[in-house]
Nanobody
Framework: QVQLAESGGGLVQVGGSLRLSCAAS????????MGWFRQAPGKMREFVGY????????YYADSVKGRFTISRDNDKNTLYLQMNSVRPEDTAVYYC?????????????????WGQGTQVTISS
């Protein structure tokens, strides 16, 4: 049974930093693309970025490019999202997810397993 558990969310001021983690179990972690998504109140779920199985390639939404960094530790079965220079519009519940796509995808429909999410709130 695949399980994903996000952690690290909280309240941070504008311009600050936060690192989210996603601990995975029940799968061969180093075989899968991992993605981050977010959902703000009253809005649809939004793609944030992904990292391919090897960690050798990442891709980000324009809204976070240059501010957020995705990484993974395949030995620890853990995915990370480093958030820098945060803005009020980054306030959302952040989700990690597992994709069957070998080369990465921004399409949420291609992600098969999802965590429960962690709340990130940016105060101004």
């Amino acid at each position: 049974q695949v399980q994903l558990a996000e952690s690290g969310g909280g309240l941070v001021q504008v311009g600050g930093s936060l690192r989210l983690s996603c601990a995975a179990s029940g799968l061969t972690f180093n075989r899968y693309t991992m993605g981050w998504f977010r959902q703000a109140p009253g809005k649809m779920r939004e793609f944030v970025g992904y990292i391919v199985w090897s960690g050798g390639s990442t891709y980000y939404a324009d809204s976070v490019k240059g501010r957020f960094t995705i990484s993974r530790d395949n030995d620890k079965n853990t995915l990370y999202l480093q958030m820098n220079s945060v803005r009020p519009e980054d306030t959302a519940v952040y989700y990690c997810a597992v994709s069957r796509s070998l080369w990465g995808t921004a399409a949420s429909a291609e992600y098969d397993y999802w965590g429960q999410g962690t709340q990130v709130t940016i105060s101004s």
